[in-house]
């Protein structure tokens, strides 16, 4: 299976990259300009590709013809939480969060489509509880919230747009992980995430087109 993984460099990311390697997978993992883990990763089935997914890209020669999933796992949380207070929070850093958690996403369907679409593949995108407004039971962190949210939304058009080619699309929330985005803090360390992660993308099949499920396998209301 070919596998596209943004923000493989560490995290999360890193954590897909090792669990898909492991599997014999061949892994196309991306980092935006610091290779992190990935420098200690030497395997005949890693290709290692710069992305950063702020840019303006059109040049897919780095992947392959075919890709059977395609995860959009790149992301930033903003300011800690007083920066994105309903006080301090800026126009800019609202756009600057929904450049990287929401357009950047958009972006990298844009440019790899027609490559996940030939393999009749998966899209993933990796969101957060954070932007359902179900759950949203403590305010602020306006410019994550809302980029995650609007992540959800774009992942659903996406899920019924690629439907007819075959192509599956779901959202994901990884639960609350032990990276650098949570300074280290966490309910669950990032084996376990991907570990339940990868679980609910095998079992794509049993979700809606779109669906937002939690690591554990539970929709996400939103
Ligand atoms: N950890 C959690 O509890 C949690 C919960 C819910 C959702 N999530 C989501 O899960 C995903 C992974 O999070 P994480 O916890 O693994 O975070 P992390 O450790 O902070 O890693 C974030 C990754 O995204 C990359 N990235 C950031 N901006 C980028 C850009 N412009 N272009 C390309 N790559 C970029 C980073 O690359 P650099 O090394 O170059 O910065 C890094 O590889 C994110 O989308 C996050 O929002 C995490």
């Not at 280290?184 to 779109?210: F, P, R």
């Amino acid at each position: 299976m070919n596998v596209v993984i943004t923000g493989g460099n560490r995290g999360l990311g890193l954590g897909f990259t090792q669990h898909y390697l492991a599997q014999g997978d061949h892994v196309w993992a991306c980092y935006r300009h610091d290779l992190g883990g990935l420098a200690d990763l030497q395997s005949p089935m890693l290709t290692k590709v710069q992305l950063d997914v702020t840019q303006q890209f059109s040049d897919a020669s780095a992947f392959p013809d075919k890709i059977d999933l395609l995860i959009n796992n790149a992301g930033i949380y903003g300011p800690g939480k007083d920066g994105q207070s309903l006080g301090l929070v800026t126009a800019e850093v609202m756009l600057d969060v929904f450049e990287v958690d929401c357009v950047g996403p958009l972006r990298v369907v844009q440019l790899l489509q027609d490559k996940v679409i030939k393999a009749k593949g998966r899209i993933v995108n990796v969101s957060s509880k954070m932007g359902s407004s179900t759950d949203n039971s403590s305010g602020g962190t306006y410019a994550y919230r809302a980029a995650k949210a609007a992540l959800v939304t774009v992942s659903k058009s996406m899920a019924i747009d690629l439907s007819p080619t075959g192509v599956r699309v779901i959202t994901l929330h990884p639960g609350w992980v032990a990276t650098d985005m949570t300074g280290q803090t966490g309910l669950i360390d990032v084996a376990t995430s991907v570990a339940g992660m990868t679980h609910v993308i095998e079992n794509i099949g049993d979700y809606e087109a779109g669906a937002f499920v939690a690591y554990d396998g539970n929709i996400v209301p939103y």
